[in-house]
């Protein structure tokens, strides 16, 4: 209860009074839907078409005040919410929650080849001084087309969830690499430019099972990934229980790492958070925030050699 108790001291009257009101109106929508959808029923019983077409038009409008009430409620949890939970973790962080942001960066990464549509939530900047890791949400889409007796069902298929992450490299670092979960798609295969990059094998049977590696230059990208580099990659994922994707490119750092969970964390009733799954978030950004520094260091240890 330790983070609820926290959000209840920190939280405004004026903040506590929405965060309540939106809860009740969402349960009041959530309940009071079901009486249009029984007078409906007797309605069709009794075969009286005003009384089903009053009963539709009720339930319409109450699913379109419900979806309202969502957005609202979720809105409260984006914005005030989370930023709290945060800062429990992080004391130096920048939260805007602007989508557009990162957006633009996240095709440089070229972790994500195979993709049609791409979704960008929770965005917040981790400051640590010598650099900066903007982190957000990803949800990543695929489209799926398919056709039967001539006609053709089109939908979006979740191909990616997790988190996604920028650092701009403080010194200057040459080597362009991309160490991404192994690519089992033929499409996939099919989308990775030969000219500009090559599969590299980095003769550690567990990391070579996990990871593809993709490098121009095997001398270079061998001594990033030394043997010791790819044991605490692998160490850091098996302590997260996720599988950790990253990239260097014009002197930058991408992280990604699928995690369904991120930022999702709603408590029920009249709790603000679930206590678990909040502190699993806080621990996967902070593992994330390890990592990152520790990359920069061995960017840092290689140009002073």
């Not at 010598?130 to 001539?150: A, H, L, P, Q, R």
């Not at 069902?153 to 160490?179: Q, Y």
């Amino acid at each position: 209860m330790e983070l609820n108790d926290m959000l209840e001291r920190k939280l405004t009257p004026e903040q506590k009074v929405k965060f309540e009101r939106d809860n009740g109106r969402f349960k009041l929508l959530k309940n009071i839907i079901i009486l249009p959808i029984i007078a409906g029923i007797v309605g069709i019983y009794l075969e009286s078409i005003l009384i089903v077409t009053i009963c539709i038009l009720c339930i319409i409008l109450l699913l379109t005040l419900n979806i309202f009430s969502i957005n609202k409620k979720g809105k409260t949890y984006e914005n005030v919410i989370v930023p709290y939970v945060l800062k429990e973790k992080f004391q130096n962080i920048e939260y805007n929650n602007n989508n557009k942001i990162l957006l633009e960066k996240i095709g440089d990464s070229k972790i994500f080849l195979d993709y049609d549509k791409i979704f960008c939530s929770n965005y917040f900047k981790i400051l640590s001084g010598k650099y900066d890791i903007e982190v957000c949400k990803i949800i990543t889409k695929k489209m799926n087309i398919e056709e039967n007796d001539g006609v053709v069902d089109k939908s979006l298929d979740e191909n990616f969830c997790g988190i996604f992450a920028i650092v701009n490299i403080p010194t200057k670092f040459d080597n362009e690499f991309r160490v991404v979960k192994n690519i089992k798609e033929k499409e996939q295969i099919n989308n990775v430019n030969k000219a500009e990059t090559q599969l590299v094998r980095m003769n550690n049977i567990e990391f070579d099972r996990i990871y593809d590696v993709y490098s121009m230059n095997q001398v270079s990208i061998k001594k990033v990934l030394s043997p010791g580099v790819m044991a605490r990659v692998l160490e850091i994922n098996k302590k997260i229980g996720n599988i950790i994707s990253f990239s260097i490119y014009n002197n930058v750092l991408y992280v990604a790492i699928e995690y369904n969970d991120y930022m999702e964390f709603k408590g029920k009733g009249k709790l603000y958070v679930d206590e678990d799954l909040a502190r699993q978030n806080l621990d996967m950004l902070e593992s994330l925030e390890y990592f990152v520094r520790y990359i920069i260091n061995i960017t840092d240890s290689l140009n002073n050699v």
